[in-house]
């Protein structure tokens, strides 16, 4: 159910930036990459680790600030989880960015 709705909301947001990109002078490979940075992104939020031991992955606002709301033992034990789940979240945007504007390149206007 939780992934269903992810798709809705990520469905809608690239609807939505595409109509955006479309009224403003940008060429096809900075749209592209444009919505490669955000698919990206939200792909790698999709498929960041999860707790061991319990199933679940970090909310986004531990990861966001890379387990620096966390205090104690859950500093200890969740604290590198956080920064993991971090660098996946920022290596899908920078990785899907960089798909989307060569995939911009190849495809003619």
């Known amino acids: 159910m939780i992934l269903d709705m992810n798709i809705f909301i990520l469905g809608l947001i690239v609807i939505i ?18 919505l490669g940075f955000l698919i990206g992104g939200f792909v790698a939020y ?30 200890v034990a969740l ?11 920022l290596t899908g945007f920078i990785l899907g960015a960089v798909l ?3 995939i911009g390149k190849i495809i003619k206007e």
């Open 17 to 34: 930036i595409s109509i955006f990109l479309n009224w403003t002078g940008l060429n096809r490979a900075e749209r592209t990459c444009i």
């Open 46 to 75: 999709l498929n960041r680790p999860v707790i061991p031991l319990f199933g679940r992955q970090l909310p986004i606002e531990t990861i966001i600030i890379r387990g620096g709301n966390l205090e104690g033992f859950e500093r």
């Open 100 to 102: 989307g504007w060569i």
């Open 79 to 89: 604290g590198p989880l956080a920064e993991l789940s971090f660098n996946y979240i």
